[in-house]
């Protein structure tokens, strides 16, 4: 048998991945799926954007793009970010084929072997495996005993880190539960991370998608200006997960060699495809708005349902997530859940926190009312 690396044998395919199969291979045999398994609106993308990328081809733009992006795109980024609070120069931008490769190049510029990962768990299921590619080390931290709120974890996060830790991943709103961390939260992680001298990673992909709750960035906050890396895409909040946008800024020196990784790797994000962006960035305010409102309707709607059902979910202020609370063994739950109630749905232990399914609700109310009276029917809930 051939002999991997060592790198690639720490890790496991994506579990969202393979639900997302099993769901395609029910379908196939003709099973009619509802399928909350998938991280991706269902809505199309902007149509002003899709006129972009075509003119953009018209125009010719269809060659190499310099590496790190092209210029009217980091600007306009460096422009929405400055929207957020957030001081970059268009130098201190990558723009990437999808946030998913940005962190990987941030992760893979900062952890070596030993280096050690702070997590806020439940965590998106990519930085375990690209901290675990990088050869570092997971430290991590519950938060779903306090229905996902950050501020009653900190003493355990205070807890998990030390001298010793290099790096820690937030994400809010979060994928999979769907909190948006307070400030209070924030300036604790921002104390921990001043004390301990650790860089963050800041994972604003969701920040567009949010009902109500002020999604806050992390670099925004006094002392964290320099040692905050702040991540976005085009995927979520423009529904333009096929194709392949996103960015990351951050510190000059981070930002020169996270672009050796770049450069050596994807060359660039596709040049017609940043174009696009810029559209997306400058002219969306509105689509952005009205695929914000579905889903927060949609919110409104899985939680009575499930609340009918005498199932009490931890609300969601943003993303389009839900963890259900399900059996201690909830790969068992979801694996029944699709074999039985034909519902496709992720397991919490995938992002580190057994006993629920994360729900996405990318999906229509009919389709979400079908699933709920499914998983009912098959003694689910
Ligand atoms: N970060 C989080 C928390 C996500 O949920 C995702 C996608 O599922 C990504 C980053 C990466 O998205 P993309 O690579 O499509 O930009």
Known sequence: SMDFAARVERVEPSATLAISDAASELEA????????????PDFPTPENVVQAAKDAMDAGHTGYAPSNGIPELKAAIAEKLADDGLDYDPDQVIVTPGGKQGLYEIINALVDDGD????????????????????????????????????PALDDLAD??????ELLVVNSPGNPHGAVY??????????????HDILVISDEIYKEITYGAE????????????????????????SM????LGYFAGPEELVSQAGKIHSHSVSSAVNFVQHAGVEA?????????????AFEARRDMLVDLFADHGVDVAV???AFYMMLPVDDDDAAWCQGAIDEAHVATVPGSAFGTPGYARLSYAASEERLREGVERLAEHGYL
Do not use: Q
Not at 241 to 244: A, H, I, K, P, V
């Open 116 to 151: 050690e990962v702070a997590l806020l768990d439940p965590a998106w299921v990519s930085y375990e495996a690209m901290v675990k590619l990088s050869g570092g080390s997971l430290t991590r931290v519950d938060t779903a005993a306090h229905d996902f709120a950050l501020e």
């Open 29 to 40: 045999e003709g099973v009619d799926v509802v399928d909350l398994s998938v991280g991706e």
């Open 241 to 244: 997960t096929g194709w392949r």
């Open 160 to 165: 998990a880190v030390s001298d010793e830790t």
């Open 215 to 238: 999604a806050i960035s992390l670099g925004t906050l006094d002392g964290m200006g320099d040692r905050t890396i702040t991540l976005n895409g085009f995927s979520k909040a423009y």
């Open 316 to 318: 969601p202020e943003g």
């Open 281 to 293: 960035l400058e002219n969306c305010d509105e689509a952005v708005a009205e695929m914000t409102e």
């Open 182 to 195: 307070s400030r209070e939260a924030l300036e604790g992680v921002r104390d921990l991370a001043v004390e």
